[in-house]
Nanobody, 116 residues
Framework: QVRLVESGGGLVQAGGSLGLSCAAS????????MGWYRQAPGKQRELVAT???????NVADSVKGRFTISRDNAKTMVYLQMNSLKPEDTAIYYC??????????WGQGTQVTVSS
């Protein structure tokens, strides 16, 4: 089992920046991929960005060039730096990880609201 706890988020004006953090605990040695998804009201949950155990990352086109994902050396934390935020970035942001056996785990979510 893996537990994910997010922090950060909040309210920001368009063009501003926010940072999200996510800490993993439990069976952390079995984590391969960590990342972020988001879900806006009335929409499906969508990928924002993921990072593997090496330097590989996968970033959604909608946030490429504005958002940066990173992991710490111990691979127990994942961060999302969000710059040049737009109102359409408003959503609940969920931390995600996948174990080496393919099991997925989710955090409780944190609200990001971008005002115009």
């Amino acid at each position: 089992q893996v537990r994910l706890v997010e922090s950060g988020g909040g309210l920001v004006q368009a063009g501003g920046s926010l940072g999200l953090s996510c800490a993993a605990s439990g069976s952390i040695s079995r984590i391969s991929v960590m990342g972020w998804y988001r879900q806006a009201p009335g929409k499906q949950r969508e990928l924002v960005a993921t990072a593997g155990t090496g330097s590989s990352t996968n970033v959604a086109d909608s946030v490429k060039g504005r958002f940066t994902i990173s992991r710490d050396n111990a691979k127990t934390m994942v961060y999302l730096q969000m710059n040049s935020l737009k109102p359409e970035d408003t959503a609940i942001y969920y931390c995600y990880c996948r174990s080496i056996s393919g099991l997925g785990y989710w955090g409780q979510g944190t609200q990001v609201t971008v005002s115009s």
